[in-house]
Every structure is written in C-alpha cells, then in structure tokens.
C-alpha cells in the first residue's frame, strides 16, 4: 500500500487526484491510502506520494529522516487552489492553461523516447539531490533523489497526475497536433512513477511487490471489436453508392477526374460480388477461432429512421435475433454500436440497449458510432442507460481499462469503465481504388505492427475495431495478416466484457510488504473477489534474498525480479510468502 499525502488538506479536488494517482498504479496492481495530515506507520506504508509544492514540512521530513521514502509530484495547480476563495467553484483543467506558453514541452524517458506532459514543470537544477530525469534540453532536470537520514526524498517537477486526468478526462480536440505524439503518455507516466519508486526502495532495500497484468503473466491483452453497422448487403450498397456519389463529387471538384470516376467504378462493381452480412460474419469469426481469438461485436442501434449517417436497424427483426442468439452460443459478446446522435442522450442509449436486449441477451458495452465522443456528456448518457464498459475512444493516451471520473460538469466517479480502443480499419477500408488501396493497405499494416509492439512494451491491451466484410478487395486479408502477426506473441486473449471482468477481479487484490522486527519482509496477498492465475512480481531483490512460502517462483523470471502465479486465490483468502535478506 502506497500512501498519498496532498498539500492542502482541504483540497476540492481530492477525491479525483486519488482516482487518477490509482488509474497510474493500477498498470502495476498498486493502490494509494488517502493520508489525513499525518504520515504513516513505516513499516507498513514505506512509501509515501506527496502531491503539492516540492517541500516538506517539518513532520514529513521527519518521517523521511526515521526511514521513510516520499515521492514529492509537483501540483502544477496548486498556486491557482491558494489564490482562489474556497466558496467558489472551480473548474479545474481550465482551457486557457492549455494555450502555447503554459503547455509543458518534453521530458526523456530512460530509453532516451521524448514525452510529452502538459502544464508548467519546475526545473531541479538548483537541488542537491542527483539528477535522475531531464526536459528534452538535456540540462534542465526535472527529478532528482537525495538520502535524508535514514530516508529518501525523491522531487519529480512534472505533474504527472494533473497531465493524466487531462488525457483521461477531459476533451482531447485542443491539442490535435500533439495527438500522435500523446499516444500512450500516461503509460510513460506511470512507468516514471515506477521508476522513481523503485530506485527509492532500492535505496533503502526494500522489495518492490506488483501485480502482473494479465492472468498467467501473459505480455499483453487482446480484444477484437467489430461493429455491425450493417445487415442488408442491398442497404449497404445504396448507402455506399450514395457515399461514393458524395466522394467522386468532391474529387470532381478537386479537378481530379479520372480519380473520380475509376473510384466511382471500382466500388460500384465491387460490391455486388460481396458475400452476405451473415456468411461474412460467420467466417470472420472461424477465421479468429482458427487462431484462438475471441470478440465482441457491436450491432448498431437505430431505434429511429434511417437517415443518411446512420446504419441498419440491424437486429430489429427476428432474422436478426437469432443470427444475435447463434454469436451467443459460440460465446461470442454481444454489444451495443450506439446511433449517430445517441453519444450525448441517455434515454436515447436506454431504448437501444431495450431494443438490442429484446432477444435476451445482455449488452454490457457499447461503441459509439462515427467515434463520436463527448467527455462531459458521453460517458454520463451510458451510465445512464446502464452500461458497464465504452469502447469508443482511440485518443486516451493510456492501454489499460481505467473507471470514468466525471470531471466537467458534476465532478464525480462514475461507474463506467473505459476500455481505450487501438487501431480501427477506417484509414485503410476508406479507400477504393485497388492502386491507392495496396499502398494504403501496405502503411496500415506497418502501422498495427508498430502499434502491436508498443502495447506489448507497455503490458497493456490492444483493441483493434475491424468491420466484418470485406469492403474492397484485399481489406479482409489485411485483416487477417494483423490477427496472424498478433498471435505470434501469444498475447491474453478476451472479450471486452471478459476483460472488464478480469481488470475488476484484479484490482480486487491488495498487496502487503511488512518489514518484521528480524529485518526480514513479510508479502501478504488477498482480494475481495475470487482470482485465478494471478501473477506477481518481488522485484528489487539482492543476491542474498531468500524466499519462503507456498508458491514456486516460475520459470519467467528476469535479473532482480522474481514471479509466482496463485492457480487460484479465493475472496477472503491470503498468500503469506517471506523474503528473508
Ligand atoms: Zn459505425
């Protein structure tokens, strides 16, 4: 257990720093304890995060200098917190701050990658402590670690926890340019804490003890969406020549004729060699069973007219509800595609889900059509309609699950969880023309493979959305080349619902590293929830470690770190193991 400890004790934004500081360990299975003003017993709470100024007050260095270790994160926000009246409410990530001159830059990462935070940083060039992090000049340092007594103050002047709830929370438009470079920002941050945690402990010999990902210490996690905007291949045709008429037009008006025309063809005899709807989704997922995948397929809900933007009323009919039972019998997870204008109208979403739900199976996820997000208003218009899961958005900076704060409009936590997508097909399937297509389709798949390398880097899920046709020809194989790639690591395998259900099990455990009376540390595992194949980590061991215990270390392990797997740890029960020094 990690302890956290805000400057300002009365602090409006409490119970959001402590989400967002969880979200940030949870890639590792850690959570923080809430301090009131006080510091902690040390020999259960080692550690300690301070969030606020990069000072200490006397108490705290006290803690320090007896043997404790604290983390001081700079609160980039804190100067506005004191200059304001408590009266008045506060709308924390205010638009303005976002403007170039307070817009962070850069810092290095240890494998030299530059990342991108957000909001003013300190430099820790004047600090007595060794310098451990600089921005991307190379001189200004940005961390920096010193021994105080018996203890180890570490400074990070970075707001790492303020940059995270903006990525997770807030609206991502402003920063359009930034967007590619965000990409997986926050797993950089937490690795930083990461970092700065176990250099701290190393200091002092304390055994670092985190919880792996995925069950049986799998490199990363894979889930394939699909979304079902369509049923009738003639429906389908009529609003895809309507499209390509729109499209060629608009080339037309570009002067770029021949374009026009060889797009408009292409599609136009393509489509009606097509297999149908229900044939291509079935052999979608042999396909995906061949390799061992699983996935969830999200059917469009218009429980409205038709118009131009939106899809079938695809699971309408009885047709459609079998075709919905025989994806449920092959444990396939059924979800909803919410309609254009369902992202931000709950009772909207609810008569969808009603409608979707009408065959008896339950819909616990939903994917908004067209991306369309709103972070005020979408993931509360979810809540509403009583879903557990979204899957709609691709900017969160982030590859693991994380539950919603609401942070706008009523700040609050929410019930819904996040699960950020990947990779859609759209950039490749867009286009129809074989000539633009092969080159398309040649960049999209270096893409994915880079994409695939990068989750596994980070431990963290894939989430690759994929129609289920073949819109032209050569689009499906890609399809299939990616799955063929991805199996190669042997990754953890799920639905998004499967995946909900193991990230909610697993942060159900809490871990305990206890310093006894004969120096030795004494790890404790339990969870409120039963888990199966839970692996662990004893991470910052000497050579003269020994461990003792239930559990065989398994065959995986790295230099300084150890794993064991539970086969299965029951609610309520614990795993006692012992690190003798
Ligand atoms: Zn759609």
Not at 177 to 199: H, I
Not at 392 to 420: L, Q, W, Y
Not at 480 to 485: D, S, V
């Amino acid at each position: 257990m990690i302890g956290l400890n805000l400057s300002d004790s009365e602090d409006p934004r409490e119970e959001r720093i402590k989400h967002t500081c969880d979200i940030l360990l949870s890639s590792f299975g850690l959570k923080n304890l809430l301090l009131r003003e006080k510091p902690p017993d040390r020999k259960i709470t080692p550690l300690v995060i301070h969030y606020g100024d990069l000072s200490l007050s006397g108490i705290w260095l006290n803690y320090v200098s007896a043997g404790g270790i604290i983390i001081a994160i700079l609160d980039s926000y804190a100067p506005v917190i004191k200059s304001q009246s408590r009266s008045t409410p506060r709308d924390e990530v205010n638009i303005k701050d976002l403007s170039t001159e307070s817009y962070g830059g850069y810092y290095v990462n240890r494998n030299g990658r530059r990342v991108p935070f957000y909001f003013d940083s300190v430099s820790l060039r004047d600090d007595s402590g060794s310098h451990l992090y600089f921005l991307e000049d190379g001189v200004t340092p940005v961390a920096s670690m010193k021994k105080e007594g018996e203890g180890v103050f570490i400074k990070l002047g970075l707001d790492i926890i303020r940059s995270t709830s903006f990525l997770l929370f807030e609206k991502h438009e402003l920063i359009e340019g930034e967007k590619d470079d965000a990409k997986f920002s926050c797993n950089e941050y937490a690795f930083l804490l990461r970092e700065l945690m176990a250099q701290g402990c190393q200091q002092l010999g304390i055994p670092l003890v985190r919880i792996c990902a995925w069950p049986s210490n799998k490199p990363f996690a894979v889930c394939l969406c699909h979304d079902v905007d369509w049923i009738s291949n003639w429906r389908l045709r009529l609003f895809e020549i309507k499209k390509q008429i729109f499209r060629s037009m608009q080339l037309g008006r570009e002067r770029k004729f021949r374009k026009a025309i060889s797009d408009f063809l292409t599609g136009l005899l393509f489509s009606p060699k097509r297999t149908d709807m229900r044939t291509s989704i079935k052999n979608t997922i042999t396909f995906e069973r061949s390799l061992g995948f699983n996935s969830t397929f999200f059917f469009f809900g218009n429980t409205r007219a038709r118009s131009f933007l939106s899809g079938d009323r695809s699971y309408v009919t009885a047709r459609e509800a079998s075709l919905l039972e025989h994806l449920s019998n092959l444990s396939i997870e059924i979800g909803l595609h919410g309609s254009y204008a369902s992202y931000i109208d709950g009772p909207m979403l609810a008569a969808e889900k009603k409608a979707l739900e009408f065959s008896g199976i339950p819909a616990r996820g939903i994917r908004q059509h067209c991306q369309r997000f709103d972070a005020g208003e979408t993931w509360k218009a979810q809540e509403f309609a009583g879903f557990e899961y979204d899957a709609t958005r691709m900017d969160c900076a982030f590859c693991f699950p994380f539950e919603v704060f609401h942070s706008k409009k009523n700040p609050e936590k929410g019930r819904i969880v996040e699960i950020p997508l990947s990779l859609m097909d759209e950039s490749m399937t867009r286009y129809p023309n074989p000539s633009i297509l092969i080159d398309k389709r040649r960049k999209f798949l270096e893409e994915a493979k880079k994409l695939t390398d990068a989750v596994n880097s980070y431990s963290g899920v894939l989430v690759p959305l994929w129609h289920p046709f073949e819109k032209y020809r050569g689009c499906l194989s890609g399809y299939h080349e990616i799955l063929r790639f991805i199996s190669t690591f042997s990754p953890y395998v799920t639905t998004c619902s499967g995946l909900l259900d193991w990230w909610q099990r697993r942060s159900s455990v809490l871990v305990h590293c206890q310093r006894q009376d004969n120096g030795a540390f004494a790890v404790k595992l339990c969870a409120t929830e039963d888990i199966s194949n839970l692996c662990f980590a004893i991470g910052n061991l000497k050579e003269t470690s020994r461990i003792s215990g239930p559990l065989k270390p398994r065959l995986d392990n790295r230099p300084g770190d150890v794993y064991f797997e539970i086969a299965t740890l029951k609610k309520g029960e614990e795993v006692l193991m012992e690190i003798g020094l």
